[in-house]
């Protein structure tokens, strides 16, 4: 079974930096996309950023300049890295990878989110 765990989240004032990791784990043979979603409290679920499994990345136009997405492919993770954090930014952040796990074919998957709160 394949899991995907997020750290990095927690309380910090604008104008500061988080850095957020994700692992995935289980019975991989190689991982496609990935990327981080946020949910604020009351609004949709939405894109922050996404790279492809060869380091293409993608940004929501909200972050472009403040916010860094990258990945180790040895260490099946994915990172943000967040700067000039705003009190907008804050949501619950999600993991999201498409995984070709052994016997199965690609699947998304999700990790259960961490919490990025920024005090203005």
């Known amino acids: 079974q394949v899991q995907l765990v997020e750290s990095g989240g927690g309380l910090v004032q604008a104008g500061g930096s988080l850095r957020l990791s994700c692992a995935a784990s289980g019975i991989i043979f190689s991982i496609n996309a990935m990327g981080w979603y946020r949910q604020a409290p009351g609004k949709q679920r939405e894109l922050v950023a996404d790279?492809?499994?060869?380091?293409?990345?993608n940004y929501v136009d909200s972050v472009k300049g403040r916010f860094t997405i990258s990945r180790d492919n040895a260490k099946n993770t994915v990172y943000l890295q967040m700067n000039s954090l705003k009190p907008e930014d804050t949501a619950v952040y999600y993991c999201?990878?498409?995984?070709?796990?052994?016997?199965?074919?690609?699947?998304?998957?999700w990790g259960k989110g961490t919490l990025v709160t920024v005090s203005s």
């Open positions: 790279i492809s499994k060869g380091g293409s990345t």
């Open positions: 999201n990878a498409n995984v070709w796990a052994y016997g199965k074919a690609p699947t998304d998957y």
